[in-house]
């Protein structure tokens, strides 16, 4: 293979992001290295298994996919605005559509969400660790080497451009011949592997390591939402891994699943896909839901309405999810029948929704409700959501949908309950949890700036796609030269930017707390907390809890405040068993990523390789038995007496 | 995470990681029913779409006696695993590992049956590209047989850690999930034999 071939050239875009890929690199490394920073990059980071940070690494690795999505989103809208500028061509604008849509579902929203469980869930239920910490690790490894491999294609091998669903047979090997689309096949795979095996080891987590006395219907909405979440995820990303595989397949050693040649079937990729991507959409909206119905409670100072309602609501979700996904693709022409189903099963997800709703607004009435800025976000959540999911009603009902079917009516609906359900809840639940994350609070009066910047900008950019549907103009399109779609375009390219302004202000926020927020004294950083995590010590201990409580209500820490209790009991200290750090995860997934990117440009032998030695280490990590280590009793004293200044 | 370990009961169960370790192995299996489920779902659209290949009834009513002797071997494997895991409840690691080699012996005569199998179809023009129906046969019969593959090889891995270490509370459950996987690959067979090849007979 030529040089030029396996760099993208000739694009001056891609080159101005080449240069900054080396410069931002080359910065890391001179920096890590005069500071002399590598050792402690490896043993407290990249070696970890503690929940806590891996959770702040999938945090940060989201904000970073954040940024990328976004300067794709940018850069579409710029060329919708301008359309004569020829700011993109043709085949850019379908590469860039590809990477923001597969960019912000995939590296995003579900590694957000996953890092907020992974730091909360455990310290919300009493527990120590996840059940399985190694695994942990290798989740986060394979989710992070996943993406990179997905987001080096535009200046390695040429990026995907089949669209995020991926539809063959648009996507097969003689319509899309190159790497590009095996980007896309082994970036999602490998990031798969870790999403299902959080969800298995979230599940036990939650199943297993819970407080004494805390049953299920104890527990804090959050993990509830994570616990139906990761059932979702145990049934539907198995789905995933075998369309992607068949895809694989017919590309690299050309069997014919999706093929026109063969007898093959192309439109079983489009069930396939939506089999595991419809339940993935509740997979990224029920966390969402629980960080909203903690922030609610917590500023409206009042125990959530409905709970129990509020948990069998997201059960019910979670069962119908799997039932719609043909509702994708009315339009395909199934028959009345079929549709018909499809239909009715979708407009069922409209009644459990609509109950959380209501109980949303249940907590809030005749509350005192506090003005801080994940309420805010919470707040503008539940109007914007309504817009979104009474539109997907409209959308649900298939003979209407043959009208509004690929038109930008569905990107606004879309994009309506994306960002006003994930995106504003991970906004919402990293400054409600930041403080017990790193030991300030996110400063308050930048913070609502760049709420009222998103906030607006997201309505100023969405709001005028519906209409820009109903006149017909269609997705994916490249060139918008028909006057009258010309307005709302350029509307909604403002709003675009006033979003990223948003952003920008946000991660501004980030620096600027770090260097003049006050450092928290207690552990329930806004005085309303409801629920164990707030009752730890800030900054959190390695060992999150030095004598587990008993619980056996709703809200376990608003009694205990009450009656002037803690957690700690020292007469109770016994020594606490850890697990130990190890670079294995990383080197594990290191050599499956190495043998996903041989893969990707068909060097078959060379995938063997890496796929031998991942194997090896496999057989490495089976032969390795070690147990951890006990933090002595001494140690644990000594820490807690100073967390709590006693 | 020390919580109470149990004096009594199979060893397996008595540390809270050994708990916790079957508990997400079976969940894992769950997991696991759904990605064959995917594969036997694409099988059964994709029946009937040959192309110019062989059809599968030609192929399977000549071939039906070593698919039998296939299923009699892996059926057979799951008795004595289930033997093996017995003899482990005994404390008897040499039962465990006497018992556990015959399994992997069985194993591995399925595997070169198949492997043999596979062979002699892609003599008669048969073979992963040659048409959507075959592709879907050789993706799912073949993810079962790589199964299989690395149920062998971990189970190598345990009969060597075994003879390291004796049977204690962290052996015991690495033997009692493999013994769950087996038996869980054998269910997987069975329904692949009645579902591929004794309908791919008669259809």
């Known amino acids: 293979m030529a040089l030029d071939e396996f760099f993208v050239t000739g694009e001056p875009l891609i080159y101005a992001g080449m240069v900054s890929i080396a410069l931002v690199s080359a910065a890391i490394i001179f920096l890590l290295t005069y500071f002399k920073r590598w050792g402690w990059l490896w043993r407290e980071w990249l070696t970890t298994v503690d929940h806590k940070k891996i959770g702040i690494m999938y945090i940060l690795s989201a904000l970073v996919m954040l940024f990328r999505g976004g300067a794709d989103a940018l850069m579409m809208r710029m060329q919708l605005a301008f359309p004569s500028l020829e700011f993109l061509n043709a085949q850019h604008y379908n590469e860039i559509f590809t990477t923001h849509g597969t960019v912000m579902i995939i590296f995003m929203a579900m590694p957000f969400l996953i890092g907020l469980m992974n730091i909360i869930v455990p310290l919300q239920i009493g527990a120590r660790d996840f059940a399985f910490p190694f695994v942990n690790a290798l989740s986060f490894w394979s989710f992070f080497l996943g993406a990179m491999l997905f987001n080096i294609s535009f200046v390695i091998g ?190 069922l997800i409209a009644v459990p929704t609509g109950v959380k709703i209501f ?288 | 995470m020390a919580a109470e370990e149990l004096k009594s009961g199979p060893l397996e169960y008595r540390s809270q990681e050994g708990r916790m370790g079957i508990l997400g192995f079976w969940i894992f299996l769950g997991a696991e029913v759904v990605l064959f489920a995917t594969l036997f779902a694409t099988y059964a659209v994709l029946f009937g779409r040959t192309a110019d290949a062989p059809a599968p009834s030609e192929l399977f009513q000549s071939g039906v006696g070593m698919t039998l002797v296939m299923t009699f071997l892996l059926l057979t494997s799951s008795f004595t695993c289930g033997i093996a895991v017995h003899e482990m409840r005994k404390g008897n690691a040499k039962g465990l590992a006497t018992w556990l080699i015959i399994t992997l012996v069985l194993g591995l005569g399925f595997l070169g049956l198949e492997i043999y199998e596979f062979n002699h179809y892609v003599h008669e023009g048969a073979t992963l590209p040659s048409s959507a129906y075959w592709s879907a046969f050789f993706v799912l019969a073949g993810t079962h047989g790589l199964h299989v593959t690395l149920g062998i090889g971990w189970a190598i891995c345990l009969l060597i850690q075994l003879k390291q270490r004796g049977l204690t509370n962290v052996t015991s459950r690495k033997f009692f999930v493999v013994s769950l996987y087996w038996h869980f690959l054998d269910v997987i067979w069975i329904f692949i034999f009645t579902g591929i090849y004794l309908t791919g007979m008669v259809l």
């Open chain 1, 158 to 347: 040429g990026s995907p451009d089949a669209g995020w669903t991926s539809y063959t047979p648009l996507a097969g090997a003689a319509m899309s011949p190159g790497p590009g689309q095996n980007f896309y096949l082994m970036g999602l795979q490998l990031s798969g592997i870790g999403t299902l095996a959080t969800g298995i080891n979230l599940m036990v987590t939650i199943l297993k390591m819970r407080a004494p006395g805390m049953k299920l219907f104890h527990m804090p909405i959050f993990t509830w939402s994570t616990l139906v979440t990761c059932f979702i995820i145990v049934f539907a990303f198995p789905i995933l891994t075998v369309a992607l595989a068949l895809l694989t397949i017919d590309r690299i050693f050309g069997s014919q699943f999706f093929t026109l040649t063969g007898e093959g079937l192309p439109m079983m990729w489009a069930n396939l896909f939506w089999m595991w991507g419809h339940p993935e959409v509740y997979i990224v909206i029920l966390p969402a839901f629980g960080i909203f119905s903690e922030v609610i409670a917590t500023f409206a100072k009042k125990r959530l309405f409905g709970y129990s309602a509020m948990v069998w609501s997201m059960i019910i979700i979670a069962l119908l999810s799997f039932i719609v996904w043909v509702h994708h693709f009315f339009t395909m022409g199934a028959g009345a029948f079929v549709n018909s189903v499809f239909s009715v099963s979708t407009m």
């Open chain 1, 359 to 646: 109980n949303w607004l249940g907590t809030l009435y005749k509350s005192k409700i506090e003005f801080t800025v994940p309420m805010l976000w919470s707040l503008a959540f539940i109007p914007s959501f309504i817009l979104g999911g009474v539109t997907g009603v409209m959308l649900g009902m298939a003979a209407a949908d043959y009208q509004f079917h690929n038109s930008y009516f569905l990107v606004a609906h879309f994009h309506y309950v994306l960002i006003a359900g994930t995106v504003f809840a991970c906004f919402a639940g990293l400054v409600y949890w930041y403080p017990k994350m790193f030991g300030h609070k996110m400063n308050e009066r930048i913070g609502k700036w760049a709420f009222w910047l998103f906030l607006i900008g997201f309505h100023v950019c969405f709001f005028p796609q519906y209409f820009l549907g109903l006149d017909g103009m269609p997705r994916r399109l490249f060139v918008t030269n028909i006057a009258e779609w010309l307005p709302l375009n350029v509307i909604s390219t403002v709003g675009a930017f006033g979003m990223g302004a948003g952003f920008a202000v946000f991660v501004f926020n980030i620096y600027y707390s770090y260097r003049y927020s006050e450092r928290e004294k207690t552990g329930d950083a806004w005085g309303h907390g409801r629920t164990l995590e707030w009752s730890t010590t800030t900054p959190v201990p390695f060992y999150n809890f030095a004598t587990v409580p008993y619980v056996d209500e709703i809200d376990p820490y608003v009694r205990m405040k009450e009656e002037g209790k803690t957690t700690f009991d020292e007469k109770k200290l016994k020594p606490i068993h850890m697990p130990s750090y190890t670079g294995q995860p990383i080197i594990m997934m290191g050599f499956l990523a190495f043998a996903s990117f041989a893969l990707i440009f068909e060097w078959i032998p060379l995938a063997i390789v890496g796929l031998l030695l991942a194997v090896g280490s496999m057989i490495y990590r089976s032969f390795d038995y070690d147990d951890g280590y006990y933090v002595p009793v001494d140690e644990i004293k000594r820490t807690e007496r100073k967390a709590r200044g006693l």
